[in-house]
Nanobody, 115 residues
Framework: QVQLVESGGGLVQTGGSLRLSCAFS????????MGWYRQALGKQRELVAR???????NYADSVKGRFFISRDNAKKTAYLQMDSLVPEDTAVYYC?????????WGQGTQVTVSS
C-alpha cells in the first residue's frame, strides 16, 4: 500500500518561496518516478515537475528556472522548491508516484500566492 502525504503549502506573497514535501510510505521508494501536479480552481490538473527513479527531471515551461524537484531516497521523500512565486501558481499541489502501471496520489496541499 502506497500512501503519499504532502506538506509545506500555504499563503505567500508574490516573489516568495515555498518548499513542498511528499512523504512516501511503502517499503520501496527508489524505484518510483515522482511527480508534482497542480490544479487551479476551474482548471485541469497539470504536470509541474517530475523526477525519475534515476534522477532525471523535467518541468512545465511555466515553472522552468523557478521550481526545482528533488528526492531523498533515504528519507523516502520528494520535494518541490518553488521560488519567485506568482499568483498564477496558486493551486492545489498533488504528489504522484508511478511504478510500472501503478500510479498513486496524495491528498494535495494548497498553495496561494497573493499579489
Amino acid at each position: 500500500q502506497v500512501q503519499l502525504v504532502e506538506s509545506g503549502g500555504g499563503l505567500v506573497q508574490t516573489g516568495g518561496s515555498l518548499r513542498l514535501s511528499c512523504a512516501f510510505s511503502a517499503i520501496v521508494f527508489n524505484i518510483y518516478d515522482m511527480g508534482w501536479y497542480r490544479q487551479a480552481l476551474g482548471k485541469q490538473r497539470e504536470l509541474v515537475a517530475r523526477i525519475t527513479s534515476g534522477g532525471i527531471t523535467n518541468y512545465a515551461d511555466s515553472v522552468k528556472g523557478r521550481f526545482f524537484i528533488s528526492r531523498d531516497n533515504a528519507k523516502k521523500t520528494a520535494y518541490l522548491q518553488m521560488d519567485s512565486l506568482v499568483p498564477e501558481d496558486t493551486a492545489v499541489y498533488y504528489c504522484n508516484a508511478i511504478s510500472g502501471r501503478r500510479s498513486d496520489w496524495g491528498q494535495g496541499t494548497q498553495v496561494t500566492v497573493s499579489s
